[in-house]
């Protein structure tokens, strides 16, 4: 279908000039072209007059040529839009960085306003003195700064059945990444001295649904932090303002916002988060008690149902992220027709522990049909899987932890559909 | 004056349990203490009510709690709005990632609004094939994803003659630090074939200034994007959108925004923003031609004039910014007595090119004042020179390139002040 791009500056000099025909683009062989493109040959009124001088916006929102680069949610999901998820605008996002404004959102029952002054953080259980701290408390611990992803178990959850969502907004914009700024919470367990038995930490939230679950203790003590900071400024109020917990690479739920209280325990509590909610069905019928990590992953995010192709054929960059809660990427594979020939992708960074990452591969589109997937690799050897694979182990009853590969279908007129093949 | 924090918990607990005669804020010795705080003994409004739906901000902003954390500018400093300057509030942020919303702002002619169907990027000059790119072209080229810092030239130019501007953000915020995603500059030069006696490129606005600046072709075919994305999502209308020039490690006044042209020359264009303005005047009265690497430079954020010290002596976190122009920040030092004692403070992540860098030094405040310092190291093995030195060489009358060791006198009260020392 698509050949690899072929880095011969001629190829490319020939489609610009190609596109010279169409939109006149390009001055290419002479001027003669650009002298009918008034934005080239005419001064434009924004090189005349004044724009916004530095008081416009003191704080700063996106230009509105971008108002549909938001968070969307689907009707039809929840019932409300209180307990309901929105998504990120991964189809048109690129970088690693997931802005707060953007990123998704799920709450249990609805994002509350908690203001530093009245926030307090617990610690009870089976430690040698039970302490609660305010949010300055924290703020004199030493710190530490990670970027992590957090992926909700539920995302690309609707695909189980089949092909549902069309755009990668909507399988698999259930995710963020971030730079969290907190305080490890190994530092905070210290602080109050954990007993021997003490096995696990039970950690609450502050909001009316009181989100809770049960971490075992050597998450617990490992890289699981009480962030304060997203990408350098406070917590928007929808990821849990003032304070919630990072857990890096285990499932979103478990990232407790407006993180009220952590009881160190001897074990788990069972809670209805981790009970009845968040666990996998299996084919038997059956359940598994605990599914915390999430599994290696990745989409191709651009082309997609909500990122067509519109310049015709020619070079194309193919783009996407992976992810893996095990570790880092290795290496993602893309293919352009099912599966049938497999190119490795180009990672725009090495891969980081528990972070997303842009993997991008640039072909020279024939203007043919493709079906598009990715296939994430992580450093501990695992490697995505198809959808008919997780089903022989799920089969079709699941809603959680679906990282299958993603199948895009693009037409010869660049659209994009979410397909499944077999 | 302060010492070393040690991480023995017994100390930190008994300055918590401290804490508990002035606040209330921890339960320490037995819940005595919490049950005369209602905050935690009873059930608060926000726990038995539901907050937002998701419906509630498609983009989100800051809480309404931290509307004081915006960009700033100095009434003082220029005659109008549109030629000025507004200042990131660097002092109320942590990690590395500045945000686009609070990051500082500069313009020659005010921020104007280009949208992307209108935009064209014309190289011409010195090559075998002059082109003119539209926006979707440029999406169809190979991209790259960098984090780089921008600083203003003028960033810490009015603390020339002396100690002036009594904040973080106003001495140093004009210092931004996001991840880029765009196309090397190299890739499109190569694209019109740069012919053999080009030397430079001239980089040009499409704003009324049309902000224009020499670049040698060295650096040009080295590491510059023509980038759209910062930060995950389009640049914002006040950052250029839709595309900027990054040039890495270099002053900000030459990442040009609303790129429009670039002529590959054969020599300089010596256009007015690189003589007569951002250029160093020396102590004798000559000038330096070009100063286009920012040096390695660093400043505390906190404490600092605008983040005093609020909770008294114990623990403290101190933290602060490094970063250098010629590569990556190995080393931090910290004074808390004006240079008579060094500490090495601990960097969040190791160093990268022209990038921040996070540090921070936790240590024991005994109450009494101190006269906080940061010294930056880079791997050429540059270290920033305190005010003095920078004097001997550029005089009194300089307005840019000013690196020098920032001293902030934390006072018995917990507050700071900008002042200098010799």
Redesign the interface.
């Known amino acids: 279908m698509a050949s690899n791009?072929t880095d011969k500056?001629t190829t490319?000099?020939a489609f610009?000039k190609g596109?010279v025909a169409a939109?006149g683009?390009?001055?290419?062989?002479g001027?003669a072209h650009?002298a009918g493109?008034p934005?080239?040959t005419e001064t434009?009124p924004?090189?005349?007059?004044?724009?916004?001088?530095?008081?416009?916006?003191?704080?700063?929102?996106?230009?509105?040529?971008?108002?549909d680069?938001?968070?969307?949610?689907v009707e039809w999901l929840t019932a409300?839009?209180?307990s309901?998820?929105?998504f990120t605008p991964i189809h048109?996002?690129?970088?690693?960085?997931?802005?707060?404004?953007?990123a998704f959102?799920?709450?249990h029952?609805?994002?509350?306003?908690?203001?530093?002054e009245?926030y307090?953080l617990?610690i009870?259980g089976l430690v040698e003195?039970?302490?609660?701290?305010?949010y300055?408390?924290l703020?004199?611990?030493?710190?530490?700064?990670h970027v992590y992803f957090c992926e909700c178990a539920a995302n690309t959850g609707m695909e189980w059945a089949g092909a549902q969502l069309n755009g990668a907004q909507f399988t698999h914009g259930m995710i963020h990444n971030m730079?969290?700024?907190g305080v490890p919470l190994r530092t905070l367990l210290?602080?109050a001295?954990i007993k021997t038995e003490s096995k696990w930490v039970f950690v609450e939230g502050?909001?009316?649904s009181?989100n809770g679950r049960s971490i075992p203790m050597e998450k617990a003590l490992d890289d699981v932090l009480v962030a304060f900071?997203a990408?350098?400024?406070?917590l928007?109020?929808?990821h849990g303002?003032p304070v919630r917990l990072v857990v890096p690479g285990w499932e979103g739920n478990m990232w407790v916002k407006?993180l009220r209280r952590i009881e160190v325990t001897d074990q788990a509590v069972e809670s209805r988060e981790e009970t009845s909610k968040y666990t996998d069905t299996l084919e038997d019928g059956t359940s598994r008690k605990w599914t915390w990590v999430m599994d290696a992953k990745s989409v191709v995010t651009s082309p997609s149902p909500q990122s067509p192709i519109?310049?015709g054929k020619?070079?194309?960059?193919i783009?996407g992220l992976a992810w893996s809660g095990r570790g880092s990427i290795t290496r993602v594979d893309v293919t352009l027709d099912g599966g049938k020939n497999w190119q490795q992708a180009?990672l725009?960074?090495p891969g980081q522990p528990m972070a997303l990452t842009?993997f991008?591969l640039?072909v020279e589109w024939d203007g043919e049909e493709m079906l598009l997937q990715s296939r994430a690799h992580d450093d501990t050897g695992y490697v995505q899987p198809t959808k008919e694979e997780l089903r022989e182990v799920r089969g079709l009853n699941s809603i959680y932890h679906n990282n299958c590969i993603q199948t895009w279908w693009v037409k010869p007129n660049g659209e994009a559909e979410n397909v499944e093949i077999s």
Chains 1, 2 share one sequence.
């Open positions: 791009f500056a490319r000099r610009l596109s939109g683009a390009v001055l290419g062989a001027a650009a493109d934005l080239i434009q924004w090189a005349m007059e004044l724009g916004d001088g530095v008081d416009a916006t003191p704080y700063g929102m996106p230009i509105r040529f971008e108002t680069v938001v968070r969307r949610n409300d839009t209180i309901s998820i929105n048109a996002l690129d970088g690693t960085i997931t802005p707060q404004g953007c959102e799920r709450h029952s609805g994002a509350i306003e908690l203001a530093k009245d307090r617990m009870n003195e039970e302490m609660v701290f305010t300055q408390d703020e004199r611990f030493p710190r530490e700064q730079e969290y700024t210290k602080e001295g502050a909001d009316a009181s900071k990408n350098g400024e406070a928007r109020k929808e303002y407006w519109t310049h020619g070079p194309l960059v783009t180009r725009a960074a842009r991008y640039d």
